[in-house]
């Protein structure tokens, strides 16, 4: 999930033919415009419908494979030690 911070008049694309424009706000409201194709469907709610949606994000990512995480804590190991040699010299 994407979580932004827009100033008044900044706005955001999303794929080629969606723009949401922030037109302001005051403390927890705020104010936007969206353009977007007759075609998408948009729906303004505080209560999400489906439950499969009511979720931290809505496209999770796959889990990092056991080797993935073997070679990722090896490059980390890698680069601590040579942050530890680089200080030592350094001294």
Same mark, same amino acid.
């Given at each position: 999930?994407? *979580?932004? +911070?827009?100033? #008044?008049?900044?706005?955001?694309? &999303?794929?080629?033919? &969606?723009?949401?424009? =922030?037109?302001?706000?005051?403390?927890?409201?705020?104010?936007?415009?969206?353009?977007? @194709? /007759?075609?998408? $469907?948009?729906?303004?709610?505080?209560?999400? #419908?489906?439950?499969? /949606? $009511? *979720?931290?994000? =809505? =496209?999770?990512?796959? @889990?990092?494979? *056991?080797?993935?995480?073997?070679?990722? /804590?090896? &490059?980390?190991?890698?680069?601590?030690?040579?942050?530890?040699? +680089? !200080?030592?010299? !350094?001294?």
């Amino acid at each position: 999930m994407l *979580k932004l +911070s827009l100033k #008044q008049g900044q706005y955001l694309n &999303i794929g080629d033919d &969606i723009r949401v424009v =922030y037109l302001g706000g005051t403390g927890s409201h705020g104010r936007f415009m969206i353009d977007a @194709p /007759r075609d998408v $469907n948009i729906v303004r709610s505080n209560v999400e #419908q489906n439950p499969e /949606r $009511n *979720k931290d994000t =809505y =496209y999770p990512e796959s @889990p990092i494979s *056991k080797e993935a995480q073997e070679q990722i /804590r090896h &490059i980390l190991r890698e680069e601590k030690l040579k942050a530890e040699k +680089s !200080a030592q010299q !350094a001294h």
